[in-house]
């Protein structure tokens, strides 16, 4: 099988394509730096036998990347499934921000996906058959002074997948939503958490086992599910004291 | 996209330092662009003896993500310096390929065996890993990134095989592979009654084995010091290896850590149990001292799956000093050595030998004769026979391991390495700033 990875050479996007490449599957991995993609993508070859084809696309709303990358796309007709583990937070996000921050968080963590996804939704639906799998976070549970924007941008991306999920219902594509706590990538390290963080390689295997299943959204690890309801029905008197 | 940095407790594997140090640990190439005026060094695996990959005033650079296999071709292969011997091993098996020089641990990083220039199971063959190493890539944030070789940038080459990561973070190492005769080896035991006929036996059976090393027993007393035995490993030919020999990666999981390795309190090992303990490894080996085969990757990493060896030490954690010492002076250190430990009840858990030859240069651990090596729990009275055995050193003309002693001072180095001046003016004249220090070059006065 041929699935496309965005965001494929740091933290869950990395332990996918490895996991994914260990299984014999062909890969179009998408990355912001060349740099860490040819040596993401030599790495793959070298190990496994599928094959392994990098596409360099900055997403960034200053600049066209969506023409770029349907220009490299356009010959990807034969794709089986497409993973979203992309995202960007900044140290800055908060209830008043620049214009530049608000589009590259918003574009980013939510429309880059909705664009691309509508790219390849008709080849999907030619088949009759794929996997469009996407990856929210807990931040997006219940909206707080910390990570505003992106909080939102996740929230609504986690909306557009119940949608499509509505709107594919009656297909084989399987439409599926990841909703991540912490996790131990890069960006974490060193961080404190209130939770245990997940290990995305244990994520990434979670996400191949599912790969087949109709789901619609679930939480990695596990035990956010519970952690979920404690978060959304904390009475606002104690939410509101809260800084987390 | 900015790289985090933290605060945290390292701790050197032998549990002698332990300090807070700032650690980055990036994922992505962009960060070295990013780099400015602040003192760095290298991390691999955090496993070195002595805090070679931390410092207080140091940022640790944790390359663990960059550990990718770049390419392979003609038995070069390519890798970053953060790949493991494990993860290399794993890959070149399948091509009938493997390292002849390995540290004994799968865990160790490539990027860590070639700034320690490490040593393996027979270095009088084998030499140690700079004979590995075709090229690397180093980056300096004052230099950039700069590729090095016997041929180009020689000087720089030899600085950093063997440079404890104080020239820079070595990104990229190309590695000479050698055709793997079989991935089984057949291993005898051949006991030593002393230590006194260790060099003539293993002299001998460096020359006819594959691979070798020795263990001694130096809590026995009298004539019976340093009884042991000799582990001599050859290649299996490949049509006597059993087609169901099993070939699927080994060791998926990471073992071992400086952090857990003080997990336990209290010692096990002491006066009262390190006796028995080392007459029981004694024994369990001469038991099964008959002609048997096990495959290659035991062998070269007899320490994985065998960490509670470390762990026994407690959290005070213990000293290994190793010393390479010259052929003549076998007889009189081993004497010294006898007569110290008659007089004072030192629990010497390992003492373990390999022949080296080689010329020494600057702070590479090479040299002529028997390199013995010695493991004692951390205390005061560990602590004096550490520094008898670092003054032994200096009048026997032995060379300590810079790798191994995580208290070994500047004078002592100065004192055993002819080179250390010239490595010093060297690495100056590179880095005239110093920026990339650790406590380990602090202390020996880098």
């Not at chain 2, 799956?305 to 005070?316: A, H, L, M, T, V």
Request: aromatic share 12%; glycine share 8%.
């Amino acid at each position: 099988m041929k699935f496309l990875i965005i965001g494929a050479s740091s933290g869950l996007g990395r332990s996918l394509s490895e996991a994914l490449a260990a299984s014999g599957h062909d890969l179009v991995l998408v990355a912001s730096d060349e740099r860490d993609l040819s040596v993401q993508c030599a790495d793959l070859s070298l190990r496994y036998h599928g094959m392994i084809v990098p596409v360099a696309c900055h997403i960034d709303p200053r600049n066209q990347w969506l023409d770029a990358f349907k220009d490299r796309m356009s010959m990807m007709t034969d794709l089986d499934g497409i993973f979203f583990p992309l995202g960007w937070s900044s140290d800055r996000d908060s209830v008043a921000l620049d214009s530049e921050h608000v589009d590259a968080l918003v574009e980013s963590n939510f429309s880059a996906i909705v664009k691309i996804v509508s790219l390849f939704l008709n080849h999907f639906l030619a088949r009759g058959r794929g996997s469009i799998v996407g990856f929210g976070s807990v931040a997006s549970l219940r909206g707080r002074s910390n990570n505003v924007v992106y909080a939102a941008a996740k929230r609504a991306l986690s909306s557009y997948f119940e949608s499509l999920r509505h709107a594919l219902a009656n297909t084989q594509i399987r439409v599926q939503f990841y909703q991540l706590g912490y996790v131990d990538t890069p960006r974490n390290f060193g961080k404190r958490f209130l939770f245990p963080q997940g290990d995305p390689k244990i994520a990434a295997k979670r996400v191949m086992k599912n790969l087949h299943r109709d789901f619609g959204r679930v939480f990695f690890p596990r035990f956010w599910f519970i952690i979920q309801y404690v978060v959304r029905w904390l009475p606002w008197r104690i939410f509101k004291r809260l800084n987390f | 996209m900015s790289f985090p940095s933290t605060r945290t407790i390292l701790t050197s594997f032998d549990g002698g330092v332990v300090l807070q140090a700032s650690v980055q640990k990036p994922d992505k190439y962009r960060f070295f662009d990013s780099l400015g005026d602040v003192a760095l060094i290298p991390r691999g695996a955090g496993l070195s003896y002595p805090a070679a990959s931390f410092g207080s005033e140091s940022t640790s650079v944790d390359l663990s993500n960059f550990n990718r296999l770049l390419s392979y071709q003609d038995g070069l292969l390519h890798v970053e310096a953060g790949a493991t011997l494990g993860q290399v091993y794993n890959f070149l098996i399948k091509h009938g390929r493997y390292l002849p020089i390995q540290p004994g641990h799968p865990d160790i990083t490539i990027g860590g065996c070639v700034a320690a220039d490490v040593h393996g199971k027979n270095q009088l063959r084998d030499g140690t890993f700079i004979e590995l190493v075709e090229a690397l890539e180093l980056f300096h944030p004052k230099h950039g990134v700069v590729t090095l070789s016997r041929t180009e940038h020689a000087d720089l080459f030899y600085l950093t095989c063997g440079g404890y990561g104080l020239t820079g973070i070595i990104r990229t190492v190309h590695l000479r592979t050698r055709e793997l005769p079989s991935p089984v080896v057949e291993i005898v035991t051949i006991p030593v009654s002393s230590v006194e006929d260790l060099e003539a036996v293993i002299t001998e059976k460096a020359r006819q084995y594959d691979l070798v090393y020795s263990w001694h027993d130096f809590t026995q007393r009298g004539k019976g010091f340093g009884k042991g035995f000799i582990k001599a490993a050859r290649f299996v030919p490949s049509s006597e290896v059993a087609s169901s020999f099993d070939q699927r990666d080994r060791h998926p999981k990471r073992t071992l850590y400086a952090e857990h390795r003080g997990m336990y309190r209290y010692a096990f090992f002491s006066q009262w149990t390190t006796r028995p303990f080392n007459a029981l490894f004694y024994q369990s080996n001469m038991i099964g001292r008959s002609v048997h085969k096990m495959p290659l990757y035991d062998f070269l990493f007899p320490v994985h799956n065998k960490e509670i060896y470390f762990k026994f030490f407690g959290r005070k954690g213990f000293h290994e000093c190793q010393f390479i010492i010259p052929f003549k002076q076998v007889s009189s250190w081993t004497e010294e050595v006898k007569v110290y430990l008659s007089g004072h009840s030192i629990s010497v858990t390992l003492a373990s030998a390999k022949l080296f030859v080689g010329e020494q240069r600057l702070l590479r651990f090479t040299g002529q004769g028997i390199c013995m090596a010695l493991d004692v729990p951390r205390s005061a009275q560990g602590r004096l026979f550490v520094d008898f055995l670092n003054d032994l050193a200096t009048r026997t003309g032995a060379i300590p391991n810079i790798i191994k002693d995580a208290e070994l001072s500047a004078p002592v180095v100065a004192a055993c390495y002819p080179e250390y001046e010239a490595f010093r003016s060297a690495l100056r004249a590179w880095d005239p700033d110093r920026m990339f220090r650790s406590h380990l070059s602090e202390r020996i006065g880098l």
